[in-house]
């Protein structure tokens, strides 16, 4: 069902980001270029996630959209090619020589270093040296979230990932360490869930089967692969992490936050107020998912939270429960963008950190107003255009 949610904001969103960039004139300038961008992702993801699989669906419709762009602005050019103002105010750069480095030490020719203004071509090889990384990034990514190697994985380095009871039968549960005086100590109730349940609480020390071991080998990979000593590699490792302590310890607080909020009972309260929202219901139960990737960082986690409340209070008000479990994944979408482990990432990555409560402040409107948007789409979806939602798919084999 997020299928058919998503692809309409599709359309949306690249519009969006450019306003955002630009006023309104120079935004339909380049409306053909948006147009295209917008509908090769939307026709790829929902061709894909309706008719192919489950998996890789942005991941297509982002190959797609890209491949369709590059072959579009060949043959399509806008009258004005939009630049900041410090690009078109700045004097040509006189001729540089000798050597240049950049802060980890890399040095090359002047005569190779692009400069701002002057454009250059490179070849064939270049190029694909220049995307390696990301390709080697995207295959450790995608082997490691194969569900057969993660099990292999984590059946040989996982501590407590299958443990046998005295009668030899498998213990229940996610697997982990039991954390003390808090696993099963807290009960969830009605209508939270069906019946109380107790909330486990597990340590799962999952050190190789994490994405982001994955993402650190394929970083050894790719460094080695172009040209990078190990001592280099070590120096670019050691700078990266001076340069994210901060932002370690700000996510580090995040995720505390939402397991504080999980086992006080504080997302459960919150979401309960949304349900009191009657058959407006389908609009704000959007914002729950929303308000779960805000707190979480995780549109999984804000689904295993929220889930269950979603889909026993849909069927309490009449509502498809495959829509309302659909829409708690697109709105938390939208929450991705305000979610303080994200802002305090890209501060880091971009050199902005002392900056996450500006940029917080300026995308806050941005994401509530496309939650809104979604919130339209699923409300439309439960009245008006109840035969679309589906309930079971044959997918392409």
């Avoid at 950190?353 to 940029?359: D, K, L, S």
Wanted: with cysteine.
């Amino acid at each position: 069902m997020i299928g058919r949610i998503l692809p309409l904001t599709a359309v949306i969103v690249p519009f969006w980001l450019v306003r955002t960039m630009v006023g309104w004139r120079e935004t339909f300038e380049v409306l053909p270029a948006i147009l295209v961008v917008g509908f090769s992702f939307a026709l790829t993801q929902f061709f894909w996630s309706n008719h192919v699989d489950s998996n890789l669906v942005d991941i297509m419709g982002g190959v797609v959209s890209i491949v369709t762009t590059i072959i579009f602005l060949r043959l399509w050019r806008p009258r004005k090619i939009w630049r900041f103002d410090y690009d078109e105010r700045a004097a040509p750069l006189p001729p540089i020589k000798g050597r240049i480095a950049d802060q980890f030490g890399g040095e090359w020719a002047a005569d190779k270093f692009d400069r701002y203004l002057k454009p250059r071509s490179y070849t064939a090889g270049q190029v694909l040296k220049a995307w390696m990384p990301f390709g080697i990034l995207s295959l450790f990514v995608l082997l490691w979230g194969l569900p057969s190697i993660k099990l292999i994985m984590n059946q040989a380095t996982t501590p407590a990932f299958r443990v046998r009871l005295a009668d030899g039968k498998p213990r229940p549960g996610p697997p982990g360490w039991d954390v003390p005086l808090l696993h099963n100590a807290v009960y969830r109730a009605a209508p939270v869930v069906d019946k109380p349940t107790a909330e486990s609480a597990r340590y799962d020390f999952n050190w190789l089967s994490a994405t982001g071991t994955g993402c650190f080998f394929a970083a050894i990979v790719a460094g080695l692969s172009l040209g990078l000593s190990p001592p280099r590699l070590i120096k670019v490792f050691w700078r990266t992490l001076v340069r994210m302590r901060l932002a370690v310890i700000a996510i580090s607080f995040m995720l505390g936050l939402g397991f504080v909020t999980r086992y006080a009972g504080l997302d459960a309260v919150l979401g309960l107020a949304f349900t009191r929202t009657g058959w407006l219901y389908p609009f704000f139960g959007t914002f729950l998912g929303w308000l779960g990737v805000a707190l979480t960082g995780s549109d999984t986690s804000s689904n295993a939270l929220f889930g269950s409340l979603q889909r026993i209070t849909s069927q309490q008000l009449g509502i498809d429960p495959v829509l309302m479990c659909a829409a708690n994944s697109a709105g938390g979408v939208m929450g991705k963008m305000v979610d303080a482990q994200s802002i305090t990432i890209a501060t880091a990555a971009t050199e902005q950190v002392g900056n996450e409560g500006i940029i917080f402040r300026f995308v806050m409107w941005h994401s509530v107003a496309l939650g809104a948007i979604v919130g339209v789409i699923v409300t439309l979806y439960a009245y008006v255009f109840r035969t679309l939602v589906p309930h079971g798919l044959t997918f392409v084999k």
